[in-house]
């Protein structure tokens, strides 16, 4: 007899999280499972299942040292020898076997696997217990009771609130360090001409005997999924999480604020700290990965404008779509202000890089190889194609969700179906975040060397980001006219030439249809 099965989630691998609180090794007993269900519910990256899975078994064995009995399903390279593989079969077994009085687990991280386990342990007849998890600076209720009332929910107003709830980079109640909030328009420089220069590189872990195991086994049970797991780097554990922490700190971290929307051909991580996916599976706690960024600015590592930059990436933006996610769950996911058509998936482009387009061809190649790509080669690269080309909201998160290393549900579906596609009508963006490819060639230099021409609408040689741009708005007058920050995009558009207008018109449908190969 069991008194708690105690659940820990791929995403949930920290010996710190409430779901631990009150848990006796005599009477209670830990539970963790792989399985195909979470592999295959969007068709997943190799690199993102290795991401997962071998954080997981590193995890097991921690708790394992720790002196704890844990049930660990563990997938094997054959699926023909897999008992029951998704996610509630599993756990029914175990039920079976185990006769717990009550199922404990940290809040997930994805509502579908919240009612999926809902209702396993509602039809097994056993309570379960979700607990709050405290790794987050805002709870659920807490987000609720900021936003009951207000008629638009502004990020900024909720980031100055949880700045000064939180005490960060706080001088005196409601007096920020250095006397202003927010320093982004200081931090949108590009690259000079001659590139980002000798950018220190992020260290990369040698794959050991569990991850080299895991990779096995997604290379031949997920052959067919896109991606590969050769290459992996990523930290696997709380150790290699926080060396990974301290590096960015001490060699990025100081022009990270600078250059965090640039971009430049052939390069990786630039001054980026590739910490979500570390932080999301809760290697590292927000908060230890905060204060060691504050730390940084009062050691004098790094200025205030590159660590007030990611504060508000952390504390503000990643609070406050978590804030979004639950606040507006399951109705949310239905979103898609823009009626585009529920069939218009992603370009195959999406999957394989096969484009000339030398913006999207090197994001792609990034994303390929490493799972990865930064914020905006995701948001004004990827997402603003998928945005203007009139991909469905929701095969976008979809998509997104596959291809992502850190990529769960609570942070993607508001990052691509609201802030990216604008898919919520403006809850989580006040206006959609369209431009043509001006925009791209003036934070990059992908434009140069690229068969297409950002400032052209029309003609062979016509950016398609710039004619779809174009289409984009035109398509959507209507709608956008009603959006005072909109207004003078939509003038623009009411002064172009007729003829001219027309001939983007016919070339946008073009090549969203696939007669024009881009």
């Known amino acids: 007899m069991t008194r708690n099965l105690v659940l820990i989630l791929g995403d949930q691998l920290s010996l710190q999280s409430s779901a631990w609180d009150g848990f006796?090794?005599?009477?209670?007993?830990?539970?963790?499972a792989e399985n195909d269900e979470e592999a295959t519910h969007v068709w997943s990256h190799q690199y993102r299942l290795v991401a997962f899975f071998s954080p997981m078994r590193h995890f097991r064995d921690a708790v394992v040292k720790a002196g704890f009995t844990i049930d660990y399903h563990e997938l094997t390279d054959n699926p023909r020898k897999a008992k029951g593989c998704s996610f509630s079969s599993i756990l029914s077994a175990s039920i079976t076997e185990h006769l717990?009085?009550?199922?404990?687990?940290?809040?997930?991280?994805?509502?579908?696997?919240?009612?999926?386990?809902?209702?396993?342990?509602?039809?097994?007849?056993?309570?379960?217990?979700?607990?709050?998890?405290?790794?987050?600076?805002?709870?659920s209720q807490r987000f609720a009771e900021w936003a009951k009332g207000r008629k638009s929910m502004v990020l900024e107003s909720?980031?100055?609130?949880?700045?000064?709830?939180?005490?960060?980079?706080?001088?005196?109640?409601?007096?920020?360090?250095?006397?202003?909030?927010?320093?982004?328009?200081?931090?949108?420089?590009?690259?000079?001409?001659?590139?980002?220069?000798?950018?220190?590189?992020?260290?990369?872990?040698?794959?050991?005997?569990?991850?080299?195991?895991?990779?096995?086994?997604?290379?031949?049970?997920?052959?067919?999924?896109?991606?590969?797991?050769?290459?992996?780097?990523l930290p696997v554990t709380r150790e290699q999480a926080v060396i990974y922490l301290n590096d960015f700190v001490h060699y990025r971290l100081a022009k990270f604020g600078d250059y965090q929307d640039a971009m430049w051909e052939g390069t990786r991580f630039l001054y980026h700290s590739r910490l979500s996916n570390a932080m999301n599976l809760?290697?590292?706690?927000?908060?230890e990965v905060v204060e060691a960024v504050v730390n940084a600015y009062f050691a004098g590592l790094a200025p205030l404008g590159a660590v007030e930059g990611f504060v508000r990436q952390v504390i503000g933006w990643r609070e406050y779509v978590r804030g979004i996610y639950w606040h507006h769950m399951p109705e949310y996911q239905t979103r898609n202000s823009l009626d585009c058509n529920i069939d218009e998936d992603v370009p195959s482009f999406f999957w394989d890089g096969k484009t000339e387009m030398a913006c999207v061809r090197d994001s792609m190649r990034l994303l390929i190889n490493t799972s990865y790509a930064h914020h905006i080669q995701r948001l004004m690269v990827l997402g603003l194609y998928s945005q203007l080309s009139g991909v469905h909201p929701y095969a976008f998160h979809n998509w997104h969700m596959a291809m992502y290393a850190d990529a769960?549900?609570?942070?993607?579906?508001?990052?691509?179906?609201?802030?990216?596609?604008?898919?919520?009508?403006?809850?989580?963006?006040?206006?959609?975040?369209?431009?043509?490819?001006?925009?791209?060639?003036?934070m990059s230099n992908y434009c140069g060397k690229c068969k297409y021409k950002p400032r052209q609408a029309t003609g062979d040689d016509a950016c398609p980001f710039t004619t779809m741009y174009w289409d984009f708005l035109d398509r959507h007058q209507a709608t956008?006219?009603?959006?005072?920050?909109?207004?003078?995009?939509?003038?623009?558009?009411?002064?172009?030439?007729?003829?001219?207008?027309?001939?983007?018109r016919i070339r946008a449908k073009k090549i969203r249809d696939g007669k024009i190969k881009v």
């Open 24 to 32: 006796d090794a005599e009477i209670d007993r830990v539970w963790m």
């Open 100 to 139: 717990p009085e009550k199922i404990v687990v940290l809040q997930p991280g994805d509502y579908r696997v919240q009612e999926s386990l809902v209702a396993c342990c509602r039809d097994r007849g056993v309570p379960l217990e979700i607990r709050e998890d405290r790794d987050f600076y805002c709870t």
């Open 158 to 233: 909720f980031y100055h609130v949880m700045r000064a709830e939180h005490d960060v980079l706080m001088e005196r109640k409601n007096e920020p360090v250095g006397g202003q909030w927010n320093f982004d328009k200081d931090n949108r420089k590009k690259f000079p001409k001659s590139g980002p220069g000798d950018v220190p590189s992020p260290p990369k872990f040698e794959p050991d005997t569990i991850t080299r195991e895991v990779m096995r086994m997604v290379a031949k049970r997920f052959a067919k999924h896109p991606g590969s797991p050769e290459g992996f780097d």
């Open 282 to 287: 809760h290697l590292l706690s927000a908060k």
């Open 408 to 442: 769960i549900d609570w942070v993607s579906l508001p990052n691509t179906l609201g802030m990216s596609q604008h898919g919520d009508a403006g809850l989580m963006a006040t206006k959609p975040y369209c431009a043509s490819g001006n925009y791209i060639d003036g």
């Open 480 to 504: 956008f006219k009603k959006n005072t920050r909109m207004l003078l995009q939509i003038k623009n558009v009411e002064r172009k030439d007729s003829a001219e207008m027309e001939a983007i």
